[in-house]
């Protein structure tokens, strides 16, 4: 079976996967954080990289993980001697020879990743914000991860949650280690300072990413998810080393020395009880007082211009208004230090344009986003217009290019859905789309779905996702996005704001968009305002379609503005057009 294979059962069985490298990496930009439950989601990652191992999430699992280079093997029978044989559960040998016996959390109890659970060396515990490597992924070691036994997963031993609530010491140092704790809240400012220092000194991010892994398994309580330490590593990898040179601290020191050893002595000459330092004891005190003073302004500039990096890296993804709070969340902003930096970080940014601060609610900004697409249009062609089918045929009159947008303005009952069905049926081996309902849960979805009497379930394409806001924050680029549908109850003129925002991140793909209207009106919620963003925008009452816009014509001599059509919807599903596209003054 192969790996994608393979991960299309997993989801099967209920399990979010995405790929990870053969020394477990993940592939993907967030980690965990990007896994997918879906067909669509599967293959597009292992569409792109079909030779990527299978991270799978442990959320909701407890997973044992016994390591044998630590003593798992060993730990597994003193822990069946302590507490008796481990019950029979999904089980799978890692390609480094451990095991993972996967079982259910029995009680909804929060169980974290957790290293020498209970004190027993080489013992860890997968669970919430951790995930695995499933078979069968490759191992460095040039093996493969097995599936030894598929049985169903059962409820984990009440001993792992019992041992798990009084929280024992679960770190043990190994001889002539310092394992001192690192606790929760500081450990990505100590993992990312020390990595800091390694990188100052040369180190490559191979080297910093293994001594960040077991600093973070030996230290850390809890251990950090795994991809977290992975960004700290790549963040600082970043930035090329730059020790002080010899001469330039030579130098520095020179300088030191000749300007405070006279300051010295005449100090040490003014009191009785102390015997005036020699020009080389002084000299050598200055000294080792500099040299530390070079390395901790050094770590602390270098520490600041990290910062500030992360910082603007973050500011350049955003697309909306944003506050400090969801800045220092997302890049765990927590000393009085950082904050101070990030405030000096922020002021230099407003000073230099790249952001703007909210006129009236205060620590909200805005990234000035002044990159600009030169079109070619003396090279660009006709023939750039995506294949795109509507229910009832609209593509006849309407283009739509790459990047366009379509608003279905609807009044109550008239189809709207069906007719984002009918749109999705009529693309989805074309095209991957993604469906955002605001109204529908997975049973009502699938009862509409099951009205198609030509499609059974395993035939639809799409991805079904629950979402009734900030639609901008989750459309896909590059794909198909329909949004079932824009709610607005306020501040109605702002329709215009909304779309611009979706479309901005649409990329080369198309988003529709249903919004609601009254029975017998032209326009849905905003009125004109929401005219100016789509290309095509329709409006449907029942029985009845009308093209209130299509900005690109198929046909040079037909102006598709005002056309309408009527039908009659079947079954729940099917649009049965009456009557040919018109115009009503046409009747006349």
Not at 102 to 110: K, L, S
Not at 514 to 542: H, M, N, T
């Amino acid at each position: 079976m192969t790996l994608i294979d393979s991960a299309l059962e997993y989801i099967k069985l209920g399990f979010k996967v995405f790929p990870v490298k053969p020394d477990k990496t993940p592939l993907t930009p967030h980690g965990l954080k990007d896994a997918t439950q879906t067909q669509l989601g599967v293959r597009e990652y292992w569409g792109k990289w079909p030779n990527a191992g299978i991270g799978l999430v442990t959320d909701g699992l407890v997973v044992l993980d016994f390591d044998v280079k630590n003593g798992g093997i060993e730990s597994k029978t003193k822990i069946e001697n302590d507490h008796g044989t481990l019950p029979r559960t999904r089980l799978h040998k890692t390609g480094g020879g451990g095991w993972h016996y996967i079982y259910r959390n029995p009680n909804g109890t929060i169980i974290r990743n957790t290293v020498a659970f209970a004190g027993y060396p080489g013992v860890d515990i997968r669970a919430n914000g951790g995930y695995i490597v499933a078979p069968p992924s490759p191992h460095l070691s040039g093996n493969n991860y097995e599936l030894i036994d598929d049985c169903e997963i059962t409820p984990a031993p009440p001993w792992v949650v019992e041992i798990y609530k009084q929280k024992p010491e679960s770190k043990i140092a190994k001889p002539g280690e310092d394992a001192t704790p690192i606790p929760d809240g500081q450990r990505n400012f100590t993992l990312a300072r020390l990595a800091g220092s390694m990188r100052r000194n040369g180190m490559p991010e191979v080297a910093i990413l293994a001594a960040l892994k077991e600093v973070n398994n030996l230290q850390c309580q809890p251990p950090l998810p795994e991809d977290e330490v992975i960004t700290i590593s790549k963040s600082i990898s970043r930035y090329a080393p730059q020790p002080i040179t010899t001469n330039d601290q030579d130098s520095y020191i020179d300088e030191a020395v000749a300007r405070s050893s006279n300051v010295i002595n005449v100090t040490c000459k003014s009191n009785t009880n102390v015997t005036p330092l020699s020009q080389s004891q002084c000299y050598k005190n200055v000294t080792e007082s500099v040299t530390k003073g070079v390395t901790e302004a050094e770590t602390l500039q270098k520490s600041c211009n990290a910062l500030a990096d992360r910082v603007l890296d973050w500011v350049k993804q955003t697309t909306s208004w944003w506050d400090t709070t969801d800045l220092d969340k997302d890049l765990g902003i927590s000393t009085a230090k950082d904050k101070g930096n990030r405030r000096i970080i922020l002021y230099r940014l407003r000073e230099q344009g790249i952001i703007e601060p909210h006129q009236k609610i205060n620590k909200q900004y805005r990234f000035i986003n002044t990159k600009i697409t030169n079109l070619s249009f003396k090279t660009a062609t006709n023939d750039g217009t995506m294949n795109f089918l509507w229910p009832m045929g609209i593509e006849k009159y309407c283009n739509l290019y790459p990047g366009n947008m379509a608003v279905i303005a609807g009044s109550p009952n008239a189809g709207k859905t069906a007719l984002l069905l009918n749109v999705i049926k009529l693309n989805q081996d074309k095209f991957p789309i993604y469906y955002f309902c605001s109204e529908m849960g997975a049973v009502e979805i699938r009862s509409r779905l099951d009205k198609f009497p030509d499609m059974k379930t395993e035939d639809w394409k799409f991805e079904a996702i629950e979402r009734a806001s900030d639609f901008a924050d989750v459309v896909r680029p590059d794909c198909i996005n329909i949004i079932d549908y824009l709610e607005m109850t306020t501040d109605l003129y702002a329709v215009n704001t909304h779309l611009t925002g979706i479309s901005h991140r649409i990329g080369t793909g198309l988003a529709i968009v249903a919004v609601q209207k009254k029975v017998g009106a032209v326009y849905g919620r905003g009125q004109e305002f929401g005219l100016e963003k789509p290309k095509i925008y329709l409006s449907l009452d029942r029985n009845k379609l009308k093209i209130i816009k299509g900005k690109s014509w198929v046909q040079p001599n037909v102006d598709p503005h005002g056309l309408e059509r009527s039908f009659k919807i079947v079954g729940g599903c099917e649009f049965v057009p009456s009557g040919n596209w018109k115009r009503p003054e046409d009747e006349y």
